[in-house]
């Protein structure tokens, strides 16, 4: 059991920049592949970026790359998503989420923290 709870979402204007952060319950949360998720009203879920369990590699989707930077801390049970050049399409609830094997679908969710991007 991963107990995942995020924060530091808010309303920002484009061109901003805004920080997320995710607390994960247990030690257990190392052995997980963790990364963030996101979903705008009506549409489907989408990958947003992943890291590995050592915090080396991640993967972004092309519509963050170069934009967003996840990063983890296991010594902490923390992750965190930079978010820079924020754009209206951005808009959306963001759920951190991990998963002891793959994270194509994730076993362990956030509630979500809403991110809202003004033009």
């Known amino acids: 059991q991963v107990q995942l709870v995020e924060s530091g979402g808010g309303l920002v204007q484009a061109g901003d920049s805004l920080r997320l952060s995710c607390a994960a319950s247990?030690?257990?949360?190392?052995?997980?592949?963790a990364g963030w998720f996101r979903q705008a009203p009506g549409k489907e879920r989408q990958f947003v970026a992943r890291?590995?369990?050592?915090?080396?590699?991640?993967a972004y989707a092309d519509s963050v790359r170069g934009r967003f930077t996840i990063s983890r801390d296991n010594t902490k049970n923390t992750m965190h998503l930079h978010m820079n050049s924020l754009k209206p399409e951005d808009t959306a609830v963001y759920y951190c989420?991990?998963?002891?094997?793959?994270?194509?679908?994730?076993?362990?969710w956030g509630q979500g923290t809403q991110v809202t991007v003004s033009s």
């Open positions: 247990g030690r257990t949360f190392s052995s997980c592949v």
């Open positions: 989420a991990a998963d002891f094997n793959q994270l194509a679908d994730p076993a362990y």
């Open positions: 890291i590995n369990r050592g915090g080396v590699i991640t």
